[in-house]
T-cell receptor, first 112, second 113 residues
Framework: DAEITQSPRHKITETGRQVTLACHQT?????MFWYRQDLGHGLRLIHY???????NKGEVSDGYSVSRSNTEDLPLTLESAASSQTSVYFC???????????FGQGTRLTVV | DQQVKQNSPSLSVQEGRISILNCDYT??????FLWYKKYPAEGPTFLIS?????DKNEDGRFTVFLNKSAKHLSLHIVPSQPGDSAVYFC????????????FGQGTTLQVKP
């Protein structure tokens, strides 16, 4: 079955370190997204991509970057981790024109 | 500026009764609306959606109503079951093709046996 997987599921890192969260989907979807979930804010869009070599900033993109070198993967990098980036991160993908995004199981990141 | 708002952080209902979850939006460009359900330690899962050309969409026990003039949508679950206890997120999209979703803050539903 097609799926979307995130790794690691849990990560503890130190302030200032570079961290990369992986996202891999086997649906062959063109659209991929990264969201963070925080209490009181719901899910907020960090970055998104509509295809290989395409990346776009979302509403909370500062301190994050993504790259899309193939259809299946959209890694999220925290250039210099900050305590404010402690959160649960969700990757999602969708088929163009379908409108429904499918989510991974999430990565809980703690920055100490 | 929160474009999608769920003003009730939590809701508690008795098993068998109706659950009504509400969502308001401010952006008149939104034309596609979705509800997602989330259990702890899992990713959100798609529940039901509605296009702006409709005012109602039904799928089993779940019905979504859209009032465009009021910029309001609601999710009705009837009858409610204990397994429905979860966080429910409302989401909206300005261009359905993009899949780019703006989410509300979520409402935690507890269904008591």
């Amino acid at each position: 079955d097609a799926e979307i997987t995130q790794s690691p599921r849990h990560k503890i890192t130190e302030t200032g370190r570079q961290v990369t969260l992986a996202c891999h989907q086997t649906w062959n979807h063109n659209n991929m997204f990264w969201y963070r979930q925080d209490l009181g804010h719901g899910l907020r869009l960090i970055h998104y991509s509509y295809g290989v070599q395409d990346t776009n900033k979302g509403e909370v993109s500062d301190g994050y970057s993504v790259s899309r070198s193939n259809t299946e993967d959209l890694p999220l990098t925290l250039e210099s981790a900050a305590s404010s980036q402690t959160s649960v991160y969700f990757c999602a993908s969708s088929e163009s024109s379908a409108g429904v995004a499918f989510f991974g199981q999430g990565t809980r990141l703690t920055v100490v | 500026d929160q474009q999608v708002k769920q003003n009730s952080p939590s809701l508690s209902v008795q098993e068998g009764r109706i659950s009504i979850l509400n969502c308001d939006y401010t952006n008149s460009m939104f034309d596609y609306f979705l509800w997602y359900k989330k259990y702890p330690a899992e990713g959100p899962t798609f529940l039901i959606s509605i296009s702006s050309i409709k005012d109602k969409n039904e799928d089993g026990r779940f019905t979504v109503f859209l009032n465009k003039s009021a910029k309001h949508l609601s999710l009705h679950i009837v009858p409610s079951q204990p397994g429905d206890s979860a966080v429910y997120f409302c989401a909206a999209s300005a261009l359905r093709d993009t899949g780019k979703l703006i989410f509300g803050q979520g409402t935690t539903l507890q269904v008591k046996p």
